[in-house]
């Protein structure tokens, strides 16, 4: 799947963890997809399987950080 934000390339270069935060979400095996939302309030990932959620969220909070906030949606 290809997603595209125009934002996050300047953001990223002010910003370098969301830029390793995406970096890191792409590289998970559970992960489609991921992108920043907007001009940077949020790093997102499409996941496939909806009960991975979980399993990324605690994955994310001991691998990059344990202050992370996460939440699982279904569209």
Same mark, same amino acid.
């Given at each position: #799947?290809?997603l &595209?934000?125009?934002?996050?390339?300047?953001?990223?270069?002010k910003y370098i963890? /969301? @830029?390793? #935060? %995406?970096s !890191? /979400? =792409?590289d &998970?095996p559970? *992960?489609?997809?991921? $992108?920043?939302?907007g001009s940077?309030?949020?790093?997102?990932?499409?996941? =496939?399987?909806s %009960?991975?959620a979980? *399993?990324i969220?605690t994955?994310? =909070?001991?691998e990059l950080d344990?202050r $992370? !906030? @996460?939440?699982? @949606?279904? /569209?």
């Open positions: #799947m290809s &595209q934000n125009d934002l996050e390339r300047p953001v990223f270069e963890f /969301l @830029a390793q #935060m %995406k !890191w /979400l =792409r &998970q559970e *992960v489609g997809a991921a $992108l920043m939302s940077g309030s949020t790093v997102f990932a499409v996941l =496939r399987d %009960k991975s979980d *399993v969220a994955r994310a =909070r001991e344990p $992370l !906030w @996460a939440c699982a @949606a279904q /569209l």
